[in-house]
């Protein structure tokens, strides 16, 4: 069992140092919660003793604008503004659930410019990720390099829709249109580049002294405890748990590809804290690399949308499909009467099942840790609060 | 494990709370489960040792006009199947047992059926609102819900 810093600050003294406690409100509007989340925080002394979320400041209706709609097509552009640094893959998980709802097999080329468009996004959401959490930990150049890795993915995106942040790509059968030209050339050149400065800023952050010090054994997650609160995503793996939904069950063509699942091995600090659910993030890139040069290289030619009805009326039934998405499992679970329009669709976002751990592997921190801890999350709150 | 091998185990034991089952022709395969058993079911299912289902991937709720429902998405990692659970109750008298001692990620998703659809789970360490503010009006995702004209002196409708 790890010592808590409260246990040691118990035991050196010989007698218990508790004081009274107090009670401190973090957000709604604060650098370190990345976005509006607020947290109230019971402390003693700089020590956390509880840890309360308060989430709902970004809550759109999402799942009440569905049932509104006046066709399936038309949940896609809410469903990029659920989590808006990974738009691509929220849509992914939505016209994966949509077609197992509706029995349709698309093209297969359609299945590999999705696992690109995947793989892409998933290393755009990891930059930000690292980034901003480098940036909590007072390390602000990683940001920088991190970000100017990114703007090549969202040019690679915007060359295709015409969109950088919100893309209404993917639809249900297929795609909105083809690649554009030369497309394929700019993907590989920039992995190559990508290669390069990828290791460079892993040499600048994650093996840093100061960055090692303020992250290994803080906000340990034990496994059994990962699974019970359904974490998925980084946060799983870096517990210990080698379990990823592309490999394990698979919902597009990944078991093509070679590449590996990376499960946090604790080479700093423990399995489970939070080194390690950032050192998952920035190998799972590696991984996405390799799979985006597999799947330009073996591209194959083809239609990119299935002929399905203008007006898609399912049989009546439900049908829950997910995707793993740079935060983990991204689900949606949509129920369908004898009408055009979704009866219920319900989102099981990945960064909200996360985030309800956060009181569990907080306690006993110091307050410093809990913005290492919150970081380490990656919560998107558009996502949380739907 | 087949959906059928493990309808027949829940069958087993608890004859009397399985009231549906569908198979054949559902994109997922459900079994429906008196709500009062809900938490023994799940209990059940968890802790057998062929079954397993450790991971609770979704809990939502569902309103099907009269009635109210809830769905368990479940997967097992050990084994690697799934099994959908489902329960019904009356609108008038929503109550069901809660499953949070089971998978703790339970908590958060049974608030959010309690905050949209007003389902009580009963035994809930803490059901209180989630996404909405705390003195909001009814449970908007209920079908025969109404927009308030007022929040709090601000107008609702746009």
Known sequence: MIKTTLDIARTSTGKSLRTEEMVVNMGPQHPSTHGVLRLEVVLDGEIVVDVIPHI???????????????????????????????????????????????????????????????????IASHLIAIGTFG????????????????EKILDLFEMTCGARLLYNYMWIGGLSHDLPPQFVEKAKQFCVDFKKTMKEVNDLLNYNEIFIKRTANVGVLPKDLAINYACSGPMLRASGVDFDLRRDDPYTLYNKFEWNVI?????????????????????????????????????????????????IRPTPGDAYGRVEGPRGELGFYIVAEDSVTPFR?????????????INEISKGAM???????????????????? | MTAQEIHDIIKAQFSDAVLEVKIEGARDPFIKILPEKIKDVAQFVRDHAQMKFDYLMCLSGVDYKGKLGVVYH????????KIVLKVEVSTDTPNVPSVESIWKSANWHEREAFDLFGIHFEGHSDLRRILLPDDWEGHPLRKDYEVPEFYNGMKVPY
Not at chain 1, 345 to 357: E, G, T
């Open chain 1, 56 to 122: 709902g400041y970004l809550h759109r209706c999402f799942e009440k604008h569905c049932e509104h709609m006046t066709s399936y097509q038309q949940v896609i552009p809410y469903v990029d503004r659920m989590d808006y640094v990974a738009a691509m893959t929220n849509e992914m998980a939505y016209v994966v659930a949509a077609e197992k709802l509706l029995k349709i097999e698309v093209p297969e080329r359609v299945h590999y410019i999705r696992i690109i468009m995947a793989e892409l996004q998933r």
């Open chain 1, 135 to 150: 940036i909590d930990m007072g390390a602000f150049t990683p940001f920088l390099y991190y970000f100017r890795d990114r």
């Open chain 1, 263 to 311: 499960v946090g091995k604790g080479e700093v600090g423990v399995v489970g804290d939070v080194w390690n659910r950032n050192m998952v993030r920035q190998n799972e890139m590696w991984e996405s690399v390799r799979i985006i040069e597999q799947a330009l290289a073996t591209l194959p030619e083809g239609d990119v949308k299935k002929a399905i009805p203008k007006r």
């Open chain 1, 345 to 357: 669709i319900k989102a099981r976002a990945p960064a909200f099942v996360n985030l309800s751990v």
């Open chain 1, 367 to 386: 307050l410093a840790d809990l913005v290492a801890i919150i970081g380490s999350i990656d919560i998107v709150l558009g996502e949380v609060d739907r």
């Open chain 2, 74 to 81: 479940l997967y097992s990692l050990t084994h690697g199947h």
